[in-house]
């Protein structure tokens, strides 16, 4: 199998990495509340998963 003959620089090995950038979450409103959460997560505010309660939040 090939291998490199030198070893890449740091410069040239970021300009080839520029392109891979973290995405924003995708969020949705919460059906019961009307707050925005996580995709396919309990709603944080609220408690509420699918129009059913699941947890009580603490405050």
């Known amino acids: ?7 890449m620089s740091r410069s ?3 300009k080839r990495r520029t392109h891979y ?3 924003l979450p995708t969020l949705s409103k919460c059906s019961n ?3 925005m959460k996580l995709a396919h997560r309990a ?9 059913r309660s699941v ?4 405050s």
């Open 21 to 23: 950038k973290a995405s």
């Open 43 to 51: 709603c944080p505010s609220c408690g509420y998963y699918s129009e």
């Open 33 to 35: 509340c009307g707050e």
């Open 12 to 14: 040239r090995r970021d």
């Open 1 to 7: 199998m090939p291998n490199p003959k030198r070893k």
């Open 55 to 58: 947890f009580v939040p603490k």
